[in-house]
């Protein structure tokens, strides 16, 4: 039972979406070189820069992904976003084509929901490639 509760409340939108990676470098590389996506934010910090915050995202993205060390007992992967494509079929192909990426099956049409496949990343967390809604 969920109950609701007229609060003001200050959030606005989401913005970071996190995923936990055991190697920041390799996630990075992952992100950047596989999927296209550019880097947002990377800065050390810590009294000795010994903590890294990451953040990357697909061009033209408001919300961003951050790939985090675990942090409190965390386990890598696990996790999962969904990103829009303008054609999902030809992403798939041109992914599955690479040779060194966890794809999942070619994505066929289901009534009432969007065209969409998976893409594993190398700690786990699951990028589902969903098709992006028509312009109106």
């Known amino acids: 039972m969920t109950t609701?509760?007229?609060t003001a409340t200050t959030l606005t939108q989401l913005s970071t979406a996190m995923f936990t990676v055991r190697d920041q470098?390799?996630?990075l590389a992952f992100y950047t070189d596989v999927l296209g996506f550019e880097v947002r934010g990377d800065q050390r910090y810590g009294e000795a820069?010994?903590?890294r915050w990451l953040e990357v995202a697909p061009r033209g993205s408001a919300a961003r992904l951050?790939?985090?060390p675990p942090m409190g007992g965390d386990e890598p992967g696990g996790?999962?976003?969904g990103v829009e494509s303008t054609d999902v079929l030809a992403e798939h192909a041109r992914l599955a084509a690479r040779g060194d990426v966890e794809v999942g099956p070619t994505p066929?049409?289901?009534p009432g929901a969007p065209l969409l496949f998976g893409v594993t990343?190398?700690?786990g967390n699951i990028?589902?490639?969903v098709e992006a809604e028509p312009a109106e």
Do not use: F, H, K, Y
């Open 66 to 68: 951050a790939l985090n």
């Open 121 to 123: 990343d190398p700690d």
């Open 79 to 81: 996790s999962a976003i």
């Open 25 to 27: 470098d390799a996630a």
């Open 49 to 51: 820069g010994e903590d």
């Open 108 to 110: 066929t049409r289901a």
């Open 127 to 129: 990028v589902w490639i």
């Open 4 to 6: 609701s509760q007229a």
